[in-house]
């Protein structure tokens, strides 16, 4: 008669510590590819985004005028029909009377994330409420409420969030956005302008300058970001990421991974639309004078 033996407690827990290291091993990686489609489907968005802000330049333009310009013996211009703004850009010298109809685009307002001005329905949903509803926020006299706030994202169609379930963050300048002046080819950068850098504390600017557009996505930490639900989270420990928050008009794009970071310091994605790239697909061929 044959006796038969099961696994002693010691077999089961070496078993239970062989598959507990499998398990382990090959979860590590599988987070790890969890997190890079995160950050590719997020980055996707953030073009997504820029093409979007494109694609509502080139729809949204300034009332035409009609800029007359009378030579005189001297050649130069002293006479014009068009109302200011938007003024009438310099010909000289004219040879003959001319006529020059204007035509200029402008950049959306952010989506405040707090309501500056209650009581005023500033994005025209008609609730009094204007903070983080996706809409852009613009004053009857065509400026914006804020240079700083949400992507606008029910007025551009583009998506709401990033692949962590936050808000992205967008920062314009005014110099673009206003409806009674718009752009033209000859707008000029200014000191206020935003900036990237790759340090929060860089002493000149070293990625990209003189941009009116920036967009940020707060990583996958999301510190300082504005959730979905309308919460904010617990703001950056470091200086790179609170630069990102800040309204200075600078702003930091780098790897998420240097000597001498703490662990997690730094993970926010960053895109932006330099100025003759706005120039060159809204107003081709020099078509904003």
Known sequence: MSSQRGFTLIE???VLV???????GLAMP???QIQARRIAETNKTLQEAKEALLGYAMRSVTSSCTCTYN???NGDSDASTCPVPPSCPVIFPPTIDTTLTITRHYLPCPDAQSDLEPGIDNDGDGNMSDANNGREDRRADGTCLRDTGNLPWTTLGAAA????GNRLRYAVHADLTDKTKGFHNGSAPTPTWNHVCSLADCPSVDVAADVPVVIVSHGPNGWGARSINGSTLALPPGANEIENLDADHRYVSR???????????FDDLVAWLPFNVLINRVCPAGGCP
């Open 30 to 32: 599988l987070s790890a």
């Open 12 to 14: 089961l827990a070496i």
């Open 255 to 265: 790897p998420p991974s240097r000597p001498g970071d703490a662990a997690g310091e």
């Open 18 to 24: 062989i598959v507990t290291i499998l398990i382990g």
């Open 71 to 73: 030579a005189d013996g």
């Open 161 to 164: 969030q990033d692949a962590w």
